[in-house]
């Protein structure tokens, strides 16, 4: 393999890895596995939303579910299309960070997880006592 023009080796596709870790701790894909985790973490809440509404039959709850899960996907083809968009700015040294993304996903997660716990005691209340 041939050395590139900014010190690390490739075959010039945009998704090789440099030779050199652009931080000692591995904050880079530290913060990329963590968007993973929450992503996988928002798939399987949809999930178990979507197994209870079909045990309760309550539609509602099976649409918030099946929108959860396609947001977590969403979040995990992210995350991924993220990690690898970053290594052109730590490869010039620019500054990395996305504030506007993390407050988004932030909201959207809380959001998805207040309406579940809401329809939750909601068809408790009204159909599970007694």
């Not at 900014?6 to 945009?14: D, E, K, L, S, T």
């Not at 993973?36 to 039959?57: F, S």
């Not at 809401?118 to 068809?123: H, P």
């Amino acid at each position: 393999m041939s050395q590139g023009p900014h010190g690390w080796r490739g075959r010039g596709v945009a998704t090789d890895r440099p030779d050199r870790n652009f931080d000692v701790g591995l904050q880079h894909e530290r913060t990329a596995l963590a968007w993973e985790r929450t992503a996988i973490a928002m798939m399987v809440a949809g999930v178990l939303l979507v197994r209870y509404a079909v045990e309760d039959a309550v539609a509602l709850v099976a649409v918030a579910g099946m929108a959860e899960i396609v947001a977590g996907g969403a979040v995990l083809l992210w995350s991924a299309w993220h990690y690898e968009e970053l290594h052109g700015p730590l490869r010039r040294g620019d500054a990395v960070v996305h504030p506007r993304a993390t407050r988004w996903i932030g909201l959207t997660t809380v959001c998805f997880v207040g309406a579940a716990l809401v329809l939750a005691v909601i068809n408790t209340v009204a159909g599970g006592v007694g």
